[in-house]
């Protein structure tokens, strides 16, 4: 066989990459679940997948240190009893990788302060933490766009909250690669149709958060049954009565919680629910959503004891993990002119 024929061969053998990252500020809602987490595991086996628990973004908490760490280890092992599979995909904790820190400080000189300040997210926060508006929350995006480009991520699952900024890796990336020479894969991002935003259940108008000191406006990956139960049976809706489409913001969330846990579209859900009534539509979501996370909790206090097992994860994660970010960034530091110590 030929060489070009070979490289060719090897072009199509390779699977494209994927990266995406959940921050451990607490445990993850049915919103990470719907708009991010269960895209990520169907994109394992077909994709190059590399997901991590961004510990080093919720610094920008200032989250006290005994939290942080039991929220990784949480959310750690609560991503894999969703279904990551630590054999399929690279699963690591970002602050284990380096790289990721260094990529941050050489890419923020190749990020614009302008562009910063445009973020939407950081507009939000700073104005919820006018006590706090620390760099770190100015700089995380181009933090998040180090994590994406080391990996050489040609899609970043997330939910809508996020298009912004991957965007902005996206303009990083390309003016990296137009001032040196192509270096960067240009990601794009990769967004659920329906269920890119949760909302809250007590504030539809508003994306559900785990940050939102309303516990009723959440529900999250932990909660039991009673708890599911009473949260929907209590979300905002309007007085229409009508299970639509176009109805209030309230009942469209509820909808589209539903099609996410059954998965199915939108649509399918209001042709099977279209005469119940408000009060009877809940106590179905509320079933349907109970028990899918009643599986995934069995699952989680199972992980949660096993902590030699979790382990095992972050270590072979980490050997794959670190080996990628390693050649890019030898990649980056010749191409912007660091000097490499030689060999003895
Ligand atoms: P975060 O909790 O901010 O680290 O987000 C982790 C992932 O979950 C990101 O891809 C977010 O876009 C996604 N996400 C967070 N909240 C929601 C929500 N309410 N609806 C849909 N996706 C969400």
Request: proline letters at 3%; one cysteine or more; aromatic letters at 10%.
């Amino acid at each position: 066989m030929n060489e070009t024929r070979m490289d060719t061969n090897k072009q199509m053998e390779q699977k494209k990459v994927v990266y995406s990252a959940v921050q451990p500020t607490g445990m993850l809602t049915i919103g990470n679940f719907c708009g991010a987490i269960k895209n990520w595991v169907a994109l394992q086996g077909q994709y190059e997948c590399y997901y991590s628990v961004a510990d080093l973004h919720s610094l920008t908490l200032c989250m006290n240190g005994a939290d942080l760490r039991a929220y990784t280890m949480n959310v750690y092992a609560m991503l894999l009893a969703c279904g990551i599979d630590c054999d399929q995909s690279t699963f690591f904790l970002q602050s284990h990788i380096h790289e990721h820190t260094e990529l941050a400080w050489v890419l923020n000189c190749y990020a614009q302060y302008g562009e910063a300040r445009r973020m939407t997210q950081f507009k939000d926060k700073s104005a919820r933490h006018a006590d706090n508006v620390n760099v770190g929350l100015f700089a995380y995006p181009i933090l998040q766009a180090a994590d994406i480009l080391l990996y050489g991520a040609d899609f970043v699952p997330v939910g809508k909250d996020q298009k912004q900024h991957i965007e902005f890796a996206k303009v990083i990336a390309e003016r990296f690669n137009h001032r040196f020479s192509p270096t960067f894969v240009v990601p794009s991002v990769l967004i659920p149709k329906t269920s890119g935003k949760i909302n809250s259940l007590t504030n539809p108008e508003q994306k559900m958060s785990k940050s939102d000191p309303n516990v009723n406006s959440y529900i999250l990956m932990t909660d039991d049954k009673d708890t599911v139960v009473r949260k929907i049976k209590r979300a905002v809706t309007d007085s229409e009565g009508r299970i639509s489409l176009d109805g209030g913001v309230g009942i469209q969330n509820l909808i589209h919680i539903c099609a996410s846990f059954l998965d199915t579209d939108p649509q399918s859900v209001v042709k099977q629910y279209g005469d119940a009534t408000y009060e009877s539509f809940k106590a179905s979501v509320a079933e349907i959503v109970a028990s899918k996370l009643s599986g995934i909790q069995d699952n989680y206090a199972r992980l949660t004891k096993d902590k030699t097992y979790l382990q095992s994860c972050m270590q072979k994660s980490n050997q794959r993990a670190k080996y990628l970010a390693q050649k890019t960034m030898q990649k980056v530091y010749r191409k912007i002119g660091l000097v490499p110590i030689e060999k003895p």
